[in-house]
């Protein structure tokens, strides 16, 4: 009860609609001017570098910016721009009017407190990476956490209030603003553990945590948020909290995978440090077939080498099926050698080679390689040189600044489509494989279709898939061997800069329709699948169902003990049909 009190004093259902600029209820000068103060200055009047190109396409200024939203630092790193610069029909980024760039949960109390008092929309943004657009909103107050990126890490770690209920572990705790690349720098190659994270570098921390999240390797040590020890968050009412399995279990269940910006902004996570293990190493593989037959047989092959062989902790990332008949492997591997792993995979190369008729396998030097797991993400010169990673380009920018180069073309993309389903285990199965197989093909006349079987837990370890089921994700994700994803988008592009449109008529829309068209094949399949709220449709029709299936109820009640007023708005997030599409006014 202690935790409800301080909710009941604003849990009034005043609130029917928040106020926006030039409304005579907007915060005056000397009010900002007041929470300026109380926030030590970190109130920012927010521009986007983008209102230049508006005014002046052609301006060296517009071109100079147009090159330097490909680096996701450059993007990460300014407050009015996101990583994703819209999604065609869907949204567009647009500035806040005013940021508050905190540096403390100090700061993130006097925000929220700001922003209740002024029935005002707030958002917040970490890292950015949201392709939904939940962490820009125009005419509101956002809350930006990237100056909050302490991290530093535990040998003995037991959460607040859990002695004598929690065995001590290993532990890193991470502001909230803090992005993977530097948090494994920080604990994979300085102090040689393992923390479960993103597989893109620039994400951060807390929007992936909330999301589930899944990294490479998410098959041997689960979602993200399975390993989240605690957290510190801000609640609507402005107090800051702990949370975790003893205190506020409730919030603590929810922030694991029920979505960023919805109950509360948090400040500090601790997420769990596994043991390292020896090696990492990846492996690529790209096979054209030699025609749509060919291909079909192709499918099948992998479809059945997949389900004996690789779904099992060993094996992640990223199986592609193109329109044009070639399957590519781009996958990753752990607790494996080199060895070990071309031994996995030469029954299914030999009867590649066996087919010589049917296949042609594309010469690559570097098909299975290995290293160690301690330089993984490092930036070594080699890897530099050899093109395996890439560095902020900006003069004097840290070198702790890596991204793989295989994320960069979505550094100020405009997106186009983008769906995902996860697809169970039993489609693996004898009876089922051919009718898989069938509709994997069918998809793959529409559109390229990817199976990222680092994102579905079968075949991952029983504990990783407890630490899951204990989370707000849908279980759906539990027996799910991959999430397919269909996707496309666009080159940096801005509404209203000539020479810079995105590319709605032409492509946008044939593009989304295309892979509305591949999916429905997979939904002949898997009727009802559920989806990754953080890697999903924009326009989900039954979101709620695809994103927490029967966890949202539970989901619900959480926000409205912590968020009664609905303070926290994103698009398709907790309790969000109880709002307009942007936020601003309360329907019922
Ligand atoms: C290029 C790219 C690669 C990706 N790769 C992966 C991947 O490998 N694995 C994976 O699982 N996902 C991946 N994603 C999806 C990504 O994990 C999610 O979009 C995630 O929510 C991004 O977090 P962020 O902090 O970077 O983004 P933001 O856009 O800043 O935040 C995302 C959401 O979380 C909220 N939020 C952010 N910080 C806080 C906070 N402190 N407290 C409360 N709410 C907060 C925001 O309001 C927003 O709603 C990728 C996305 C992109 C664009």
């Known amino acids: 009860m202690s935790v409800l009190a301080p909710m009941r004093a604003f849990a009034v259902d005043s609130i029917r609609s928040r106020v926006r600029p030039g409304d005579p209820a907007w915060p005056s000068e000397a009010r900002w001017k007041q929470l300026d103060q109380d926030v030590g200055g970190a109130l920012v009047k927010v521009h986007s570098p983008l209102d230049e190109c508006l005014h002046s396409p052609s301006g060296a200024e517009c071109t100079q910016l147009f090159k330097a939203v490909k680096n ?171 949370a975790n399995a003893c205190t506020n279990p409730d919030l603590f269940w929810g922030l694991k995978g029920g979505g960023g910006g919805s109950l509360g902004i948090i400040t500090r996570l601790t997420l769990r440090v596994h043991v390292l293990p020896d090696s990492f190493g ?26 004996q062989s690789l779904m099992n902790p060993h094996w992640g990332e990223q199986i592609r099926l193109h329109t044009d008949n070639v ?82 073309g979505q550094a100020g993309q405009v ?37 990222h079987v680092n994102k579905g837990l079968a075949g991952a370890p029983a504990a990783a898939v407890a630490a899951a089921k204990d989370t707000a994700m849908n279980p759906a994700v539990l027996d799910a061997f991959a999430l397919v994803i269909c996707g496309a988008e666009g080159p940096p592009a801005y509404p209203g800069v000539a020479g810079h449109e995105p590319d709605a008529a032409v492509s946008g829309r044939r593009e989304a329709q295309a892979i509305g068209l591949a999916m429905d094949e997979l939904r002949k399949v898997v009727p009802n699948a559920g989806s990754y709220v953080s890697e999903s449709n924009f326009f989900e029709a039954n979101w709620q169902q695809s994103f927490w299936g029967p966890n949202y109820s539970r989901l619900l009640s959480v926000k409205a003990q912590y968020d009664p007023d609905g303070l926290f708005f994103v698009h398709h997030g907790v309790g969000s049909e109880r709002w307009s599409a942007d936020g601003f006014a309360k329907l019922a």
């Open 72 to 242: 996701p630092y450059f993007l990460g790193e300014e407050v009015g721009l996101t990583q994703t610069l819209g999604w065609v029909d869907a949204w567009t980024s647009r500035p806040s009017i005013y940021a508050v760039a905190a540096r403390t949960a100090n700061d993130v109390v006097a925000a929220v407190n700001f922003a209740r008092q002024n029935n005002l929309r707030l958002v917040v943004k970490g890292g950015g990476h949201s392709y939904q657009g939940t962490s820009n909103a125009p005419d509101s107050l956002l809350v930006w956490t990237r100056k909050m990126n302490d991290i530093s890490l535990h040998e003995s770690f037991v959460a607040e209030g859990c002695n004598g209920h929690a065995t001590a572990t290993r532990a890193v705790t991470v502001g909230a603003g803090a992005i993977w690349a530097h948090v494994y720098a920080a604990v994979t190659t300085q102090a040689g553990g393992y923390v479960q994270g993103g597989g893109c570098m620039t994400v951060g921390v807390a929007g992936l945590v909330q999301s589930g999240g899944f990294g490479s390797f998410s098959k041997a040590y689960g979602i993200a948020a399975g390993s989240l020890l605690q957290a510190e968050v801000v609640t609507a009412d402005g107090v800051v909290r702990i």
């Open 282 to 307: 990846a492996v690529n593989i790209t096979i054209r077939a030699v025609s749509a037959p060919a291909f079909r047989r192709l499918i099948g092959m992998i479809v059945e080498f997949y389900g």
């Open 327 to 408: 399957l590519q492997i781009q996958m990753v591997f752990q607790g494996l050698d080199r060895s070990q792993a071309q031994a996995v995979w030469q029954p299914f190369l030999d009867s590649i080679d066996g087919a010589q008729q049917d296949f042609k396998m594309e010469f690559s030097p570097l098909k299975i390689v290995a290293t160690s797991a301690r330089t993984f993400w490092a930036p070594s010169m080699l890897k530099k040189v050899l093109g395996f990673i890439s560095t902020d380009d900006r003069p004097g920018a840290p070198e702790g600044n890596v991204f793989w180069p295989g994320d960069q």
């Open 415 to 451: 997106l186009h489509g983008y769906q995902s389903a996860w697809l169970p285990a039993a489609l693996l199965r004898n009876e089922q494989q051919q009718a898989f197989g069938d509709a994997l093909f069918a998809a793959t006349r529409h559109w390229d279709v990817s199976l």
